[in-house]
């Protein structure tokens, strides 16, 4: 019998003891003599001991066969049951007592399935995982490793026991360029907007893992359910090391032959310059025309010469820029003076639409910016037909300059417009039987108005033209901006 069960049997047989003796005393006095108190005593605690005894049988031992099915189902013993068949309030205890531990056996028993369920989906998970050739890194809600497969084991050079429970941030270090992401950065698994699916995509990022270094394309989400077995984000890494090393290889060639072919084309050009100088007036018509065309031709592939060394520098990040603030309206009026005979050959109206309205110059390499005009407006010309019209116009939005180039050209299908800035991109059809390029002119430009902290877009039709726009920021905004 527990310790503070005793107390109260004998504080209660304490009770009644006193009780029956002062009532003895005043009976006792009541009857004037000895034998009457004596004989009042002995009724007392007659009672006494009588009303223990029933309620030791009505309330103890209930108590206490319910203290015992209380421990015996500490102990998961979900069988025990109490007899409940009195009609007192102890009856009805019992009864939902018994109910009590059937509806929590059954809870206990869903609880366990669930689990059990849980545990199996992620034992059938990390087994897919496992045969799956990119590196799959799973981390639970605190960013602790949980799952990595045996391709993660292979390129960050750690074995699955170096890492599992550690924090991802201290397993790989992940690099965009020079900037070091955050594990929170490219592994959100607190954030709001990525309940389910793809919260986060990189091309071309350097991991750092056990003294390794490799490239990788970065894809982190969240799946269905993850919550539910403590899996806060997966990462998917796709090494791309080789695919880099060849396309490095590819540009030190490009960039080396360019190089090679400078100096020599450097030199044609001046030759046949002082040439058409020298023999314009003393060369016939055809002659003239000849010279002309093998002038254009070098030019041509002096530029294209020029936008495989472009090319080249940006894929290794040393296109530098040089920034000033210009007024882009004179820049503007330059580059269509420069291209006007080409526009005048075809019989196209070339024209600028200025506008002289207070304008806030603009922070930029004219140079670069230059190229960027050229470009655009050497397109619009090559792909508007005979006798029709290109325009060049400017306008302020907000803290941005904005500048469009439109033509009444063929127009651009949708299909082509998503990889229209893509490198080496060509339009196919009758577009391209017309004009000659390498698909290089409008990478380098989405390239440079990057740089500039810009955009640059495009908005076309079949049959009825384009207009290719690009915004920069105007000097005072430029001023918080961080130009590399």
């Not at 196919?428 to 000659?436: D, H």
Request: aromatic share 8%; charged share 25%; glycine share 8%.
């Amino acid at each position: 019998m527990n310790l503070p069960i005793k107390w109260f049997l004998i504080s209660l047989t304490l009770f009644f003891y006193l009780t029956g003796l002062a009532a003895g005393l005043l009976i006792g006095e009541f009857f004037s003599n000895l034998i009457g108190a004596i004989a009042a005593v002995f009724i007392m605690v007659i009672i006494g001991l009588t009303s223990y005894l029933v309620i030791h049988s009505t309330i103890i031992n209930p108590l206490q066969k319910l203290q015992n099915s209380l421990k015996n189902i500490g102990e998961k013993d979900f069988e025990v049951r109490l007899d409940g068949g009195s009609q007192n309030e102890i009856g009805g205890l019992f009864g939902a007592f018994n109910t009590m531990v059937v509806d929590l056996k059954a809870i206990i028993e869903k609880l366990e399935q669930d689990k059990n369920l849980k545990s199996a989906d992620k034992d059938k998970f990390e087994v897919v995982l496992s045969g799956i050739s990119d590196a799959i890194i799973a981390v639970d809600l605190d960013q602790k490793i949980q799952i990595f497969n045996s391709a993660a084991q292979n390129l960050t050079g750690y074995s699955t026991e170096e890492v599992i429970g550690h924090h991802i941030g201290k397993v790989i270090r992940v690099f965009d360029r020079s900037d070091e992401l955050l594990p929170f950065d490219y592994c959100p698994v607190n954030s709001s907007n990525s309940e389910e699916g793809v919260a986060f995509t990189k091309k071309d990022l350097k991991i750092v893992g056990k003294n390794k270094e490799f490239f990788a394309n970065l894809v982190a989400g969240k799946i269905k359910g993850g919550t539910g077995i403590n899996l806060g984000c997966i990462l998917a890494l796709h090494d791309t090391s080789e695919e880099k090393r060849l396309e490095e290889m590819k540009l030190d060639f490009v960039s080396m032959a360019a190089h090679e072919l400078r100096t020599p084309l450097t030199s044609l050009r001046g030759y046949l310059s002082v040439l058409i100088k020298e023999t314009k007036n003393t060369l016939g018509a055809d002659d003239t025309m000849f010279l002309s065309r093998a002038n254009i031709s070098a030019q041509q592939l002096s530029a294209l010469i020029e936008n495989l060394l472009n090319v080249s520098r940006i894929e290794n990040h040393k296109l530098t820029i040089n920034i000033e603030p210009t007024d882009i309206r004179q820049l503007i009026q330059q580059s269509v003076d420069q291209i006007m005979e080409r526009a005048t050959e075809k019989k196209i109206t070339l024209e600028f639409k200025r506008d002289d309205s207070p304008l806030p110059k603009v922070l930029i390499d004219k140079i670069r910016i230059g190229e960027v005009l050229g470009n655009l407006l050497s397109n619009a010309i090559a792909y508007t037909q005979d006798g029709g019209r290109v325009s060049v116009w400017i306008e302020r939005k907000g803290d941005d300059v904005v500048t469009h180039v439109a033509d009444t050209g063929e127009g651009i299908s949708k299909e082509s417009l998503q990889h229209l800035f893509t490198k080496f991109f060509r339009i196919s059809g009758k577009l391209e039987q017309t004009t000659k390029g390498t698909g290089l002119g409008l990478y380098i430009s989405k390239e440079i108005i990057q740089m500039h902290h810009g955009e640059i877009w495009v908005e076309s039709e079949l049959g009825k033209g384009s207009t290719f726009s690009f915004s920069l920021p105007t000097e005072s905004k430029s001023l918080v901006l961080d130009f590399k």
